[in-house]
């Protein structure tokens, strides 16, 4: 099993593009591998045959570095017909706590020199010594089962019963021999029952446990880390944007269908703008070389929050400093769709300097604070629209309406301090209302 990721600690075997005996070349596609954030497809990188299948589709949790398939250089694939996961060493089980260190990391190449995935296999060897785990009696013909997991010993006519009046056969106390259930057993149940159907309701399950993901386990450790270390404090604002949503609109008219531009592509921007006016936020708290640093980065690169169907993705818009708008909006748009559809390449998503999370498509959304992204040191949470009065005129005897947004800036007191978080929120704010500042 390849690390596709920094933080990857087991994967969850998806599609095998290949088949035993299938000739592979440098950067076919062999499996699609479902990573600690987003369904992958794992390159091979030399020639060669599969000979055999390890790891069969569907299982989960398997360890990095456990052998999952068996490559030869050419020759006959037979051969390997009888060949197991014992034979390759045996595997061992999956870390239980999550590893420590930053899934995201900067932008620029990582100093350990480490990349997101392997080139070969060889780098993903299992280790020889085989997992200590609770074997099976080999007297047995299958896997011991605790005594109430066992189908309950019925009679045919007993069951046949049980499932025409809905009994739950398995609650039904048998009084035939060796406690076998009866049709009378069956008919006593359900008299009973019937005289208490609170009871009977409440006997049966009013919920239901649904198995967590590796995607949603690596933001649940990474949500906690952020809280646990990170002290978060937030900075709000009530921004005008009726100029920003006249100069999109005005822009969408000119481009005649070529893009269309959204209000989040300009808040984007906007972000960029602030972060290279106020430098302190646009970093981050680093550990190095048991120094602590704080890590200044001379580019902006925005991570933009997507919910996707099995959780939040970040992917990144790099160097939005020095984009224009139509481009961040064709980046935003692309980035989003593959975050969707799970085709994100690690690259895409690991890094960012900055965070922006927006909930302005729902319209009961005015305000909320977002946890910060580490090792970053600032996210940005955005509101609906909505239209405000503003009294004009003499005595204010008239109404404008405005549209405003309400923006939360969570910042890291470690890197930012609060002065500073505040000077971040008046830059955007100034940009935002005076949108032509994004042209120059």
Known sequence: MPALSPTMTAGNIGT????????????????????????????????????????????????????????????????FDSFTLEDAGGEKAPPKDAPKEEAAESSEPPESGSKT??????????????????????????????????EASASPAAKTLALEKGVPIKQVKGTGPGGRITQQDIEKFQTSSSAAPAAAAAAGPTYEDIPASSMRKTIANRLVQSMNQNPHYFVSSTLSVTKLLKLRQALNTAAEGKYKL????????????????????????????????????????????????????????????????????????????????GKLKPEEYQGGTFTISNMGMNAAV?????????????????????????????????????????????FDHKVVDGAVGGEWIREFKKVVENPLEMML
């Open 366 to 410: 005015e305000r909320f604070t977002a946890v910060i992204n580490p090792p970053q040191a600032g996210i940005l949470a955005v509101g609906t629209t909505k239209k405000v009065a503003i009294p004009v005129g003499e005595e204010n005897s008239a109404v404008d309406w405005d549209d405003q947004i309400v923006v939360t800036g969570s």
């Open 16 to 79: 095998w593009q290949k088949k035993p005996g299938d000739t592979i070349a440098p950067g076919d596609v062999l499996v699609e591998i479902e990573t600690d954030k987003a369904q992958m497809d794992f390159e091979f990188q030399e020639d060669g045959v599969l000979a055999k299948i390890l790891k069969e589709s569907g299982e989960k949790d398997v360890a990095v570095g456990n052998p999952i398939a068996v490559m030869i250089e050419e020759g006959d694939v037979s051969a």
């Open 117 to 150: 995935a392997p080139s070969t296999l060889e780098n993903d060897q299992p280790s020889k010594e085989p997992a200590q785990g609770a074997q099976e009696s080999e007297s047995m013909g299958g896997r011991l089962q605790p005594s109430l997991d066992r």
């Open 262 to 341: 959204s209000l989040n592509d300009f808040l984007v921007k906007a972000c960029a703008v602030a972060c290279k006016k106020v430098p302190a936020v646009n970093s981050s708290w680093r550990e190095t070389g048991g120094q602590v640093v704080i890590r200044q980065h001379n580019t902006v690169d925005v991570s933009v929050a997507v919910a996707t169907p099995i959780g939040l993705m970040t992917p990144i818009v790099k160097n939005v400093d020095g984009l224009g708008i139509e481009s961040i909006s064709a980046q935003v748009k692309d980035l989003g769709k593959r975050a969707r559809d």
